[in-house]
């Protein structure tokens, strides 16, 4: 069974406007991950948290994690066209847990 | 280019056939681990090898999936009797890692071998 889950499950947005999506997840971690996936190909890891963390910043992106909540957000800013793809959170033991993604389109 | 890369990126083969995937991984990465995807999911984690040795393998992975890290280096992924069910992105990753236990390394994936059995 996967671990995460991410909300929405498909973003549709203005190239220039926020894209803001969610992740929950199952049991306590010691970091979470979120991976870009571009239709068809392989995942590119985006940021790592770890659980003693409230925010990472990486460029555009910025990642928040409540491990009170279970949860962690992934915002982008200022979106682009090249922004759009598949976005993942994972849970790490070792191996990674994935949810089933939300699927982000930016328009022009 | 050094990053971790999968041969071949696409297989058509016919329920019953058995099908060999490679993964070459970004060279002094110590771990190797296979990832299924179906369409709309995510990953699912399949086996994780350190160095040559196997260290877990998912229950996805039935007894006709086998894979193999012989010298630690690249590692085979062949399935036997191939179904319907069995098409699928099959991903491959490595990370550099210190100990069995580290929780905090980064994979770094390849590009995927898309199996489509007719």
Redesign the interface.
Known sequence: S?Q?EEDPQALSIQEGENATMNCSYKTSI??L?W?RQNS??????LI?I?SNEREKHSGRLRVTLDTSKKSSSLLITASRAADTASY?C?T??????????TTVTVRA | DTGVSQDPRHKITKRGQNVTFRCDPISEHNRLYWYRQTLGQGPEFLTYFQNEAQLEKSRLLSDRFSAERPKGSFSTLEIQRTEQGDSAMYLCASSLSGSRTTLTDTQYFGPGTRLTVL
């Open positions: 996967q995460g010691n970091n991950q991976y068809g190909r392989g995942l590119v890891h790592l770890r993942f994972a790490v033991d070792y191996k990674l847990s994935f949810g089933a993604g």
